[in-house]
């Protein structure tokens, strides 16, 4: 079974970026299966989905977001990253990596996702 | 790329069937095969409940049911019990590929 977890500092300064890791174990960030894919959830708010990428290393943002996100993959690691620049104390939240599985358009592991603070 | 629709919170009693529904665009949800349904109870990771609008994972229960007509999906959760009480979020993929959630559904089971 899949499993996931996100690493990186849970607390950022203003302006500053944001980096996170996901590890997987479980299951190969080299499969043409599966997408790997950022989510967040600010405090008291809905899911928000920030980007994914395929193990090719195509990608997909969030618009509202894109100007200030990357998301990559390390096969070799097999590990998946993002990194929000810029960032303000709205992106504070918990940050979930998880699968995406390709042609079915669903995410069916998550990680346990972790708390990044900004403060004001 | 607006969040889709859904109420903040939607209630029944033990037993009883509830549906909840999630409202988006003809570039989301109405042009869209990829529709999922997630419940999430605080602090515990999304379980995945329904993908490709009507399928459900091995192992969710078939009291969870998924349909869409138009630019609305909806989750029908029959013989409600106390363990459902917990947010549930819709997810589609949009026509250029990007993904979009709801709001989120409060469900209280009284």
């Known amino acids: 079974q899949p499993q996931l977890q996100e690493s990186g500092p849970g607390l950022v300064k203003p302006s500053e970026t944001l980096s996170l890791t996901c590890t997987v174990s479980g299951a190969s960030t080299s499969s043409s299966s599966f997408y790997w894919a950022w989510i967040r959830q600010p405090p008291g708010k809905g899911l928000e989905w920030i980007a994914y990428?395929?193990?090719?290393?195509?990608?997909y943002y969030n618009p509202s977001l894109k100007s200030r996100v990357t998301i990559s993959v390390d096969t070799s690691k097999n590990q998946f990253s993002l990194r929000l620049r810029s960032v303000t104390a709205p992106d504070t939240a918990v940050y979930s990596c998880?699968?995406?599985?390709?042609?079915?358009?669903?995410?069916?592991?998550w990680g346990q996702g972790t708390l990044v603070t900004v403060p004001s | 790329h607006s969040a889709l629709t859904q109420p903040a919170s939607v209630s029944g009693s033990p037993g009883q069937s509830i549906t909840m529904s999630c409202t988006g665009t003809s570039s989301d949800i109405g042009s869209s095969y990829f529709l999922s349904w997630y419940q999430r109870h605080p602090g515990k990771v999304p379980k995945l409940l329904i993908y490709e609008g009507t399928k459900r994972p091995s192992g969710v229960s078939n009291r969870f049911s998924g349909s869409k007509s138009g630019n609305t999906a909806s989750l029908t959760i029959s013989g409600l019990q106390a363990e459902d009480e917990a947010y549930y979020y819709c997810c589609s993929y949009a026509a250029d590929s990007t993904l979009v959630f709801g709001g989120g559904t409060n469900l209280a089971v009284l």
């Open positions: 990428i395929s193990s090719s290393g195509n990608t």
């Open positions: 998880a699968r995406l599985r390709y042609g079915s358009g669903c995410f069916d592991y």
